[in-house]
């Protein structure tokens, strides 16, 4: 295959859908934890695109939260470096968390990464967050929408007949530099369609841990949340801006721990595994993440 049409090629959709609803149950390795799905993982639950559909929280009588059922999170492309490689790539991702028949779970337990590499080879990687409590999608996306300034934001762009809409949640790993641990953010854009017109983005919304900020700019968003000396107003127009190259080297704000949740899909993604880096474990949103690669698969071209 000629090289300027062997680099557009991309890991099929369909088929990444299919192998990361089966790795919900088939990485586990042992047999009695397979068959009791103990320790199970399901795709999260997809946040919604509009201010009204986002999955909704369910208070028990005891005070247990949960969350009604609903569709699962689509695989998403991004362009970007993963953990623990040297470039930037386009990938597909998707995130898991633990298994729960009330969906009340909704902590981020791992994700896979698919990606194609010069020969032509499919590539997936699983990452787990060992020992950690981070946030799912879901419950990212509730921080976000609760935030006052994200809300107001919301109303002022909302006004005169514009319709807000929210684009797809993405989860971003940063490497990090010197020693110092691997990053979990979110990063989402808020559209605006004006009456006749195509969405634009407006605003890009980033949560990591309890802290939500919202900027016009990727870069500005990372700087409002990441970097200690930056005096954020509500306008970022204090902020000095960093750039998503996969990895973060400036000293990270510290986070609140949140609340743990115990671990708990369906038939296989038929991949070998190579032995695993060993773990290390931490807690809040930084963490050393445990990376998990599978068999390479030939693309057909």
């Known amino acids: 295959m000629p090289e300027e049409i062997a ?5 099929p959709e369909d088929l990444f859908k299919v192998q990361t609803n089966m790795w919900g149950r088939y990485h586990l390795d042992d047999p009695n934890d397979f068959y009791e799905a103990a320790g199970a993982w399901v ?48 990938v597909l991702m998707r995130p898991f968390v633990p298994r729960s028949s009330d969906d009340s779970r ?62 797809n949640m993405l989860l971003i790993p940063l490497e990090g530099n010197n020693g110092e641990e691997d990053v979990l953010l979110y990063l989402r854009p808020m559209y605006v369609e004006a009456s006749g017109s195509q969405p634009a983005v407006q605003q890009i919304i980033a949560a990591y841990g309890e802290r939500v900020r919202i900027c016009a700019s990727v870069e500005l968003v990372l700087g409002a949340l990441l970097v200690p000396d930056n005096q954020v107003g509500d306008d970022c127009s204090n ?12 000293p990270i704000l510290p986070i609140q721990e949140t609340e743990e949740t115990d671990p708990q899909t369906d038939s296989p993604p038929q991949t070998d595994t190579e032995t695993p880096v060993p773990k290390k474990h931490s807690t809040g949103n930084t963490a050393t993440l445990k990376p998990r690669k599978h068999s390479r698969t030939q693309m057909r071209h």
């Not at 680099?7 to 890991?11: C, Q, S, V």
């Not at 902590?107 to 990452?127: C, D, K, P």
């Not at 996306?141 to 007949?161: C, F, H, I, K, Y």
């Open 7 to 11: 680099d557009h090629l991309r890991y």
């Open 43 to 90: 795709v999260s639950l997809d946040p919604g695109d509009d201010l009204e559909n986002a999955p909704t929280a369910i208070v028990t009588s005891t005070g247990f939260v949960t969350f009604a059922s609903g569709q699962r999170m689509d695989p998403y492309y991004v362009q970007m470096q993963v953990p623990q490689e040297q470039k930037q790539d386009f």
């Open 106 to 167: 909704q902590q981020l337990e791992a994700f896979m990464v698919a990606q194609i590499n010069e020969q032509g080879q499919g590539n997936l990687i699983s990452y787990t967050v060992p020992g950690l409590k981070v946030d799912g999608p879901v419950i990212a996306n509730r921080s976000m929408l609760a935030d006052p300034v994200v809300a107001e934001t919301t109303t002022l762009l909302g006004q005169r007949g514009s319709g807000v809409k929210l684009g």
């Open 239 to 250: 902020v000095t801006p960093i750039s998503l190259n996969g990895s973060i080297s400036s």
